[in-house]
């Protein structure tokens, strides 16, 4: 099972990657390519360049166990490098396994938009984008909500400052995290509290999946020492399909 607290296992027809923005600055999936392509694992052999796995493509269908898949967590489906007819067929699995929930997350937002803008994402996939800061959060929102995907989602991790106030219309779900790594960069529960609150305004179910590498009181300490509560429980929503 996955170690992502709000997913069951990870599928990654794509792996590799590059930066686009201030979220990707410490990423955790160029790291742990490093290491998997040190240790000679299949599929990281170019390390963390970006890799096209048709081999990978048919995986959830073996699996007959209803599972959520988050797609391509050592990757972006939507990466420029990525053709629409290899995404398409990335698509045509997530069709086939209707047993199965599919989580895609992007930083990619705007061509998100102009895959879907022709295509309609199947039932069984929940669509989402990286919001990191404000600069890179009102825009790739604004493209997600043209996706007609019956979940839209908000991944909020790193969060690396107070967003301000955000237009939930049309998202379902929202995930916020802190960074973690020797690296991390703090984040501050009031801009957690703003999130959860205008969650809880906007009817969207609220997921809050760790304080990272500070915790809510400001001190560095360990991820696993700073947990995942807030106000004194922890928030484990998920959205409800229809």
């Not at 209803?66 to 489906?77: A, C, E, G, Q, W």
Request: hydrophobic fraction near 35%.
């Amino acid at each position: 099972m996955s170690k992502i607290e709000w997913t069951e296992l990870t599928w990654n027809p794509v792996v590799g990657c590059t930066k686009i923005s201030p979220g990707c600055k410490h990423c955790y999936a160029e790291t742990m390519a490093g290491r998997l392509k040190a240790m000679g694992t299949p599929g990281y052999e170019n390390g963390f360049t970006l890799t096209l796995l048709p081999n990978r493509l048919n995986d959830p269908l073996n699996r007959k166990k209803p599972t959520v898949y988050f797609v391509n967590s050592m990757s972006d489906l939507f990466h420029e490098n990525v053709p629409f007819e290899f995404i398409d067929k990335v698509f045509e699995t997530i069709n086939k396994a209707t047993q199965h929930q599919f989580q895609i997350l992007t930083k990619r937002a705007e061509r998100l938009a102009e895959y879907f803008s022709d295509r309609t994402p199947p039932e069984n996939a929940w669509i989402g984008v990286s919001v990191e800061d404000k600069k890179y959060g009102v825009e790739r929102i604004d493209h997600l909500r043209k996706v007609p995907a019956q979940i839209r989602f908000l991944s909020v991790e790193p969060l690396l400052e107070d967003v301000g106030e955000l237009n939930l219309e049309g998202i379902h779900w929202v995930i916020v995290g802190g960074e973690s790594g020797p690296n991390a960069r703090p984040m501050q529960i009031e801009w957690v509290e703003s999130i959860r609150d205008q969650c809880d305004e906007a009817g969207v179910a609220f997921f809050f999946k760790q304080w990272g590498g500070w915790g809510a009181d400001g001190k560095r300490r360990a991820k696993s020492a700073n947990g995942r509560e807030l106000r004194g429980r922890t928030w484990d929503e998920m959205p409800v399909q229809l």
